[in-house]
C-alpha cells in the first residue's frame, strides 16, 4: 500500500543542536502531520499543514508543506533532553480518512 | 476533558485464542480509527467506523479481524485466532467530525505466545 518515506531512519545529535528530518511520497497528499511518539505511548500531534506551501511554527519546532503536494519537513531547534523519541510524519489524500504514516525518525540526544 | 482510552494496555494470548481489544473515544468524538504497529515500523491504517457504521475497512486483513463501534459503549476490535504474527501494538483514534484532526490513545500491545 501506500508509503510515506521518512528520514534519516535515526539520529544521535548533541544537545542544543538543531534537528531536520523530512518525508517524501511518489503521490500527491493533501495534509501532512508531524507526530512524536514516545516509549509505550501513542502518537502526539505536533504539527498539521493543510496548505501546500505553508509553514508553520510550534514552539522550537518548525513544519512546511512542500509546494508539490509530496514532501514536508520537520525542524527542531535547540533540541533538549525531552525532545527523545520517534517522530512520525503522516498524510491524507483526497476525501480519504485514514492517515498514511511514515517508518519514524528516532532521536537520541547526548546531553 | 479525558482523552482517547484503550483497554487492556497489555493483552497476553495463546496461538489460537481470541483477543478483544477496547477504545473508548474523547467525550464528543463520533469517529473512531484502528491502526496497527509493528516493531520499528509506522502505523498501518486498519478500519474507520463511525457509530454502528464501518466507512473504511480497507486495511482489514479479510479474515479473523472484525470492528465495531455500537451505538452505546466502546468500539471494539477482535481478532478471532490469533496467531504470533498479531503480535503488535494496536493504536485507536478519534476524531469529532470527518476531516478533523485524529487524537491517538496510549495503544494495547498484543503478545502472541
Known amino acids: 500500500g501506500q508509503q510515506l518515506n521518512q528520514s534519516p531512519q535515526s539520529m544521535f545529535i548533541q544537545e542544543g543542536e538543531d534537528v531536520s528530518m523530512n518525508c517524501t511520497s511518489s503521490s500527491i497528499f493533501n495534509t501532512w502531520l508531524w507526530y512524536k511518539q514516545d516509549p509505550g505511548e501513542g502518537p502526539v500531534l505536533l504539527i498539521a499543514?493543510?496548505?501546500?506551501?505553508e509553514l508553520t511554527s510550534n514552539g522550537r519546532l518548525t513544519a512546511q508543506f512542500g509546494i508539490t503536494r509530496k514532501d514536508s519537513f520537520l525542524n527542531i531547534s535547540a533540541s533538549i533532553p525531552s525532545d527523545v523519541g520517534i517522530y512520525f510524519c503522516?498524510?491524507?489524500?483526497?476525501?480519504?480518512?485514514?492517515?498514511?504514516f511514515g517508518q519514524g525518525t528516532r532521536l537520541t540526544i547526548n546531553p | 476533558n479525558a482523552g482517547v482510552m484503550q483497554n487492556p494496555r497489555h493483552l497476553v494470548r495463546r496461538r489460537g485464542q481470541e483477543a478483544r481489544l477496547r477504545c473508548s473515544p474523547m467525550?464528543?468524538?463520533?469517529?473512531v480509527y484502528w491502526y496497527r504497529q509493528l516493531p520499528e515500523e509506522g502505523l498501518k491504517f486498519m478500519v474507520y467506523?463511525?457509530?454502528?457504521?464501518?466507512?473504511?475497512e480497507s486495511g482489514m486483513p479479510k479474515e479473523r479481524f472484525s470492528a465495531e463501534f455500537p451505538k452505546e459503549g466502546p468500539s471494539i476490535l477482535r481478532i478471532q485466532q490469533v496467531v504470533r504474527g498479531d503480535s503488535a501494538a494496536y493504536f485507536c483514534?478519534?476524531?469529532?467530525?470527518?476531516?478533523?484532526?485524529?487524537?491517538f490513545g496510549p495503544g494495547t500491545r498484543l503478545l502472541v505466545l
Open positions: 503522516a498524510g491524507q489524500q483526497g476525501g480519504a480518512q485514514k492517515l498514511v
Open positions: 499543514l493543510y496548505k501546500a506551501g
Open positions: 467506523l463511525q457509530k454502528e457504521n464501518i466507512i473504511d
Open positions: 483514534a478519534s476524531s469529532p467530525n470527518y476531516q478533523e484532526t485524529q487524537y
Open positions: 467525550k464528543g468524538h463520533s469517529h
